[in-house]
């Protein structure tokens, strides 16, 4: 596996990419599974902080995917992670797109939107127990990502702000 | 060509009037005022960039401000149309929101450059600073920083698992929670792999909002 990293991670993010129903941050554990564990690509600190750094950068939830191809196999390996992470799929919404509206009252349609919300849901829930895990060194981190999801969960605060925060109690050491 | 009819379509009530021109039937878009803008590639990508490099931890809303708000491109229902298409489809959401909204004016080069606009930069930036932190990962100061933000992380992301759910505890029903619950314990705790867990799961959810729905 370590022998062709850019087929790899072609071939794992062309899966990750249509598996990836409730989009990007649903297929945390998935991407966490093959880098991590299988192909030993980075440790479980790295896999959670370089999704930290994707998510301090502007842009889509799909840079994680584009950061893990970079500490992979450089500068190919993120055009190549992130090409296959949304070529597939985008070709796929564009097809959908010119007939979406056709079924609007479907049943079958509101059926299938409404069945993948609680999938979706309890994906995302284990991505971020995936994530707490990976970025957990201490009681001090753990008490952190408690504190950034209430703060989050129970106010409008802008995300960037509870990101800075985290960042700043590390820089100071105190978590 | 899929999107032909709307380009046709959009020209003006003489051109979508004559038989020839007419677009097949099935096909045909929503209704659009004649006051609607037509963007071209240049503008597609510059509208996407713009909403990218300002978006953090949620591009949702930004995007539904520009495309809808500031450039009028859809209209808002036609948005929450398009985000439920966005979300019902595999794939990162926004990207494909970007796709469907590209195509839809300009075919395949117009979710071409919607794409680009979105990923770019943002693929320059985040690694720009990824390159930043692995070359002073080894200055204590550098780590410590990152693992406080990777803490941080990590709870956005249970809030946002936390906000969606919402609905599922304000109207309690036992299929939902089943289903969510399921999904949560075989990948978070049994650690199984994503296909075969969807697999299974994603036709029992079905089937019991199909019973549910109808």
Not at chain 1, 68 to 92: D, F, N, Q, R, Y
Not at chain 2, 121 to 131: F, Q, R, S
Request: aromatic residues 8%; contains cysteine.
């Amino acid at each position: 596996m370590k022998t062709d990293p850019i087929g790899a991670l072609a071939a794992h993010f062309l899966t990750v990419s249509l598996l990836a129903v409730g989009g990007a941050n649903a297929v945390l554990p998935e991407m966490h599974r093959q880098v991590v564990e299988q192909a030993g690509w980075m440790t479980d600190a790295q896999f959670s902080q370089t999704f930290a750094i994707a998510q301090a950068a502007p842009g889509p939830n799909v840079m994680v995917v584009t950061l893990i191809g970079w500490h992979v196999a450089g500068l190919v390996g993120a055009l190549v992670a992130t090409a296959a992470m949304c070529a597939p799929t985008c070709v796929l919404a564009y097809l959908v797109g010119g007939v979406w509206h056709r079924f609007r009252a479907a049943r079958w349609r509101r059926v299938m939107q409404a069945a993948l919300v609680p999938m979706t849901i309890g994906l995302i829930a284990a991505s971020g127990v995936v994530l707490a895990q990976g970025a957990a060194r201490g009681p001090g981190t753990l008490a952190l990502t408690m504190a950034s999801a209430a703060v989050l969960f129970f106010t409008r605060l802008s995300p960037l702000w509870v990101l800075a925060a985290g960042a700043a109690l590390g820089a100071l050491r105190l978590i | 060509m899929i999107y032909a009819g709307r380009a046709d379509a959009l020209r003006g009530p003489l051109m979508s009037a004559s038989p020839t021109d007419a677009v097949p039937p099935g096909s045909v878009p929503p209704p659009r005022e004649s006051t609607q803008p037509q963007p071209g590639l240049w503008d597609l990508f510059v509208g996407f960039l713009s909403v990218a490099v300002v978006a953090f931890g949620g591009v949702l809303p930004i995007a539904r401000r520009a495309v809808v708000e500031r450039y009028r491109w859809v209209s808002a229902e036609e948005f929450t149309e398009l985000v439920g298409l966005a979300q019902f489809l595999p794939g990162p959401n926004i990207v494909n929101l970007s796709v469907v909204i590209g195509g839809r004016f300009r075919g395949p080069a117009g979710a071409l450059a919607a794409v680009l606009g979105l990923t770019l930069v943002p693929m320059a930036i985040v690694i720009g600073l990824g390159v930043l932190f692995a070359r002073y990962a080894d200055i204590a100061g550098v780590a410590d920083t990152l693992a406080g933000l990777a803490a941080a992380a990590a709870g956005l992301v249970i809030a946002t698992a936390a906000r969606m759910a919402e609905p599922l505890w304000k109207r309690p029903r036992p299929e939902p929670i089943a289903i969510a619950a399921a999904a949560f314990l075989a990948i978070a705790v049994a650690g199984w792999p994503l296909l075969p867990v969807m697999l299974t799961l994603a036709p029992v959810s079905l089937a019991l909002f199909w019973w549910r729905l109808t």
